[in-house]
């Protein structure tokens, strides 16, 4: 079994993030970037910093036409025993997404929390973000407000006017200190994982070095992914639509009995 340090978890749960000592290797991400290749060509109309439910084979209700080796290593164990340390034995997947930000005009992520979108009751998930490229300060790394997730509290939000950042909606002025800020740079194969009201971001890419990463989304079993909640629509900035999204039960059982892990399969 995978697992985290003491020292690890305890990161964790004070600062809202973690780097664990797990990597894939060289083989996985080789098979990752070919994938992206893959879906990036399929999808030319799509900005690849907006690849949602890349893990969905063939063409998904979001428009996105994706590949299953994302789901295969949505579902590695590995990963999974990482993220059932964290919030607990009943995991379920339930999204999976690429940002991939192009050399030259690799799009801004304003500071966020990713709670501010999700119809998750009570709102839980840890997200494991695999660097599928060396992902640095250059560029364009996540970066992270330590600490940011203690309040368990989703900040106000506004929304951004623009059309050169990847969501459309920001933190709010005033509710955060950017000076505290910290880039997680990662190795190709590394990964991070937060929480789901850790506010962070990613500056612009402007150097001559593309930067990939897979954000991979878990919640507890204790929790409801209710498709009430949102319908589709561009909320994000593009378009989601959670009330077809498929849910994994990967671990242990649905504590709510309210999941539906038919809806989106086949």
């Known amino acids: 079994m995978t697992s985290l340090s003491t020292t690890k978890l305890t990161h964790y ?23 992206l290749e893959r879906v990036i060509a399929s999808n030319p109309s799509t900005r690849p910093e907006q690849l949602v439910s890349i893990h969905i084979d063939g063409r998904n209700a979001e428009g996105v036409t994706g590949d299953s080796v994302f789901l295969d290593v949505a579902r590695d164990d590995a990963i999974v025993d990482l993220v059932e340390q964290l919030i607990g034995p009943d995991v379920i997947l ?11 005009d ?10 501010h979108y999700w119809p998750i009751s009570p709102l839980a998930t840890c997200t494991v973000w695999i660097a ?10 996540l970066r992270a407000i330590p600490g940011s997730h203690r309040d368990q509290t989703l900040q106000p939000h506004l929304k951004e006017d623009r059309n050169d950042v990847v969501l459309n ?7 955060f ?13 590394q990964m991070s994982l937060h929480d789901v009201y850790m506010i962070h971001g990613s500056n ?63």
């Open 13 to 35: 749960q004070e600062q809202g993030y973690v780097v664990p000592g797990f990597q894939l290797s060289a083989e996985r991400v080789g098979q990752l970037r070919e994938a």
């Open 177 to 189: 200190d950017e000076a505290t800020a910290v880039d997680v740079e990662l190795e190709a194969g």
């Open 106 to 115: 690799g799009m801004e992520v304003p500071w966020h929390q990713d709670g």
């Open 132 to 141: 599928i490229d060396d992902s640095d300060i250059e560029n364009g790394c």
């Open 169 to 175: 909606q920001r933190v709010a002025d005033g509710h």
């Open 204 to 266: 612009p890419n402007r150097s001559t070095r593309r930067r990939a990463g897979l954000a991979i989304r878990y919640m507890p079993g204790t929790s409801l992914f209710d498709r009430r909640a949102h319908v589709a629509g561009t909320n994000a900035g593009y378009t989601v639509d959670f009330s077809t999204r498929p849910l994994w039960l990967l671990r242990g059982e649905d504590k709510t009995r309210q999941n539906d892990f038919q809806v989106g399969h086949g």
């Open 94 to 104: 339930w999204g999976c997404q690429v940002f991939c930000k192009p050399p030259g």
